[in-house]
């Protein structure tokens, strides 16, 4: 039983995570891979770099509501399920442009900027690994965006290569970009869900 007053303090680990999203570098990595997806046009790279964007939103409203009651973490998880579908959607738009401009991108530029994002990624995803279960569905939905992003830079990887050295085609390119949006997707899934009990259990 908490004294009076302090019902809605922060758990230990709800601190530990703030100073985690406070650093996370990740959104500072949005304007790299943002460049360089248009520069060579590539569809994986584009969606990687939305998704960096959306992770400085989804950052900024788990900071602000890290200290909240369950319920109302619960409506703010319910909004980021929301927000991680919107690199899948920008994915979508983009890889119809690319079926019509079927250019293959250059696998040097997109395999090395995947290798510097997934570097990171891989930082914030061990990081925040052991604050998944903690606040519920916000810290939830960072360590699986950040777990997502780590995934879709491995497999950006391995498109650069397999455009290099197997298939110099946009199509790599265009796969992993198109399981980019269903990984967001699946994240968004599981954000909701989470944030559904929780709202269910503090009723």
Do not use: Y
Request: hydrophobic share 55%; glycine share 6%; with cysteine.
């Amino acid at each position: 039983m908490l004294p009076p007053g302090d019902e809605k303090r922060p758990s230990e680990p709800s601190f530990a995570a703030r100073r985690f999203l406070g650093r996370n570098p990740q959104p500072r990595l949005f304007g790299v891979e943002f460049a360089v997806a248009l520069t060579i046009g590539s569809v994986s790279l584009f969606a990687d770099s939305v998704d960096f964007l959306e992770d400085a939103l989804v950052n900024i409203l788990i900071l602000i509501a890290l200290g909240w009651t369950a319920k109302n973490r619960a409506r703010v998880g319910m909004a980021l399920a929301a927000i991680l579908l919107i690199p899948g959607l920008a994915t979508l738009w983009t890889a119809w442009e690319k079926f019509n401009v079927p250019v293959a991108p250059s696998p040097f530029a997109l395999s090395t900027t995947a290798i510097g994002a997934l570097a990171i990624n891989l930082f914030c995803a061990f990081l925040l690994a052991k604050h998944r279960h903690h606040s519920g569905s916000l810290t939830r939905a960072a360590f699986l965006s950040a777990r997502n992003d780590a995934l879709a830079n491995v497999a950006m990887i391995a498109a650069g290569l397999v455009t290099a050295f197997a298939w110099c085609s946009a199509w790599p390119d265009l796969i992993v970009g198109l399981a980019i949006a269903a990984i967001n997707a699946d994240a968004a899934r599981e954000v909701w869900n989470a944030a559904r009990d929780e709202h269910g259990a503090a009723a």
